[in-house]
């Protein structure tokens, strides 16, 4: 036995379609699929960029609405191909708590922070790595 990959990052949300519709326009990712949990409240919806074995993003519909905005999990990171293009992208689209700047780390890699429609954070990074 042993663990392969990570699988998917589950991140509650307060309205499932309005959250796709967030990750597809301004993430770019896919929805992959919605589905009703068998315990008929909670529904899922599932995104990814369509690549054999990757790591998804699972949104959760119904969980349990009182829990703290900021938890165990801190982030969402993408990778980006041009930090500055999309930075100017996200910033022309009026989200929450963009990061007033691009930060370099010592190493070269660049990123920006940004807030989801839930007060997710989400980050986009450039690698030098």
């Known amino acids: 036995m042993a663990v392969l990959k990570l699988e998917h990052v589950g991140v509650m949300v307060a309205n499932l379609e309005a959250s796709i519709r967030f990750y597809v326009e301004v993430i770019g990712l896919k929805h992959k699929g919605t589905l009703l ?3 008929g409240v909670i529904r ?3 995104l990814g960029f369509e690549l054999t074995g990757e790591t998804e993003v699972e949104l959760i519909e119904g969980y349990n609405a009182g829990l703290p905005q900021e938890g165990k999990v801190h982030h969402l990171a993408f990778t980006v191909d041009d930090i500055e293009s999309e930075y100017a992208r ?3 689209l009026q989200v929450e708590q963009l990061d007033a700047e691009i930060t370099t780390l010592p190493n070269g890699s660049r990123y920006f922070f940004f807030n ?4 997710e954070r989400i980050e986009f990074f450039q690698s030098t790595r």
């Open 37 to 39: 949990h068998t315990n």
């Open 116 to 119: 989801g429609l839930d007060g």
């Open 90 to 92: 996200i910033a022309g």
């Open 44 to 46: 899922l919806g599932f």
